[in-house]
């Protein structure tokens, strides 16, 4: 463990440590599996006052028993709160996504769905036949043979410059290319100069965006304000370095629908931070998530992301 002075963690001083380093551990039973997670009472006394009630209490059932259950609290949230509570920052953990290995036939190998007996049977693609073979028949003689040919590549002559015409013609595509438009440039502008109480959590190069908006979610509950204020920072400088298109656009929507799941348009000091960073970051990136489905999915299930956004891209 890291000691740190006031000044350089902004919540605790040499002091502080000894008093808590003496302080007995308080266990926390944490999410669906209920694992059994300790901390310094002391820490968790000066920094949550909902959290020092669990602890010191004497009439409630947590404090009585030592312990107390977090059952809507994931691991690693609670983990990241520790974090913070000793040091003064979390850890920004790495994303993790698991990529499903892709199967490519080779060899002129199909996979075939019918199956002989219960088994699974291979077919071996035939072999095109040639033009040149199905020309042949007994009844032409070497002449007129030859005529036939030089007809035949003829016409291929004219068929292939008409087609090379044409594809000339055709513009020149990238397919699955994203052309990424900023038509709202001020919208980025005032997104950039969003200005937070705190300073970052540590940065991650694959950072697991969603984590900071659940363990802001944690500390509003709380009521760790310096700690919504690090998430808030450190979820703004993640989504301003992330570079979005189709194949981690679903990181964005997840975060959006988690947002509005677990947050309400207003909070102890007025309208939802959280809300007003992710929807503002889904407007300045609105021309690249318009046409994914999973979008229309969360307007039609939720008036409110509809109205923040319409309101964010008009003003």
Request: glycine share 4%; proline share 3%.
């Amino acid at each position: 463990m890291i000691c740190k002075t006031k000044s350089e963690s902004g919540n605790l001083n040499m002091a502080d440590y000894k008093k808590i380093i003496r302080s007995s551990q308080f266990i926390f039973l944490v999410g669906n599996e209920r694992t059994r997670l300790s901390i310094h009472a002391g820490i968790v006394q000066a920094i949550s006052n909902p959290l020092r009630a669990l602890i010191d209490n004497g009439h409630m059932t947590e404090s009585i028993a030592g312990f107390a259950t977090l059952d809507d609290v994931e691991e690693e949230t609670f983990i990241g709160f520790c974090e913070y509570a000793y040091t003064g920052a979390y850890l920004t953990p790495e994303l993790s996504i698991g990529q499903d290995s892709e199967i490519t036939s080779d060899s002129g190998l199909v996979k075939s769905t019918k199956e002989s007996n219960g088994v699974s049977v291979e077919q071996r693609e035939e072999p095109a036949i040639e033009d040149a073979e199905l020309d042949r028949t007994p009844d032409l003689d070497d002449w007129s043979l030859s005529s036939a040919k030089k007809s035949k590549k003829s016409q291929k002559k004219k068929s292939a410059f008409y087609y090379h015409e044409i594809e000339e013609k055709q513009p020149e595509e990238s397919p699955g290319q994203i052309t990424i438009i900023y038509p709202y440039e001020q919208l980025w502008e005032r997104f950039r100069l969003r200005k937070f109480d705190s300073g970052p959590a540590s940065f991650s190069p694959n950072p697991n965006i969603l984590f900071h908006a659940k363990l802001y979610v944690f500390a509003t509950k709380y009521l760790i304000e310096p700690l919504r204020q690090q998430c808030l920072r450190s979820l703004h400088r993640d989504l301003s370095s992330f570079s979005l298109n189709r194949k981690n656009r679903s990181l964005i929507f997840d975060l959006l629908d988690f947002t509005y799941a677990h947050t309400g348009r207003f909070e102890a000091n007025g309208r939802s931070t959280l809300r007003d960073i992710v929807i503002h970051y889904v407007a300045c990136e609105i021309r690249t998530l318009a046409d994914d489905e999973k979008l229309t999915e969360l307007l039609d299930s939720d008036a409110e992301i509809g109205s923040d956004l319409v309101m964010k891209l008009v003003t």
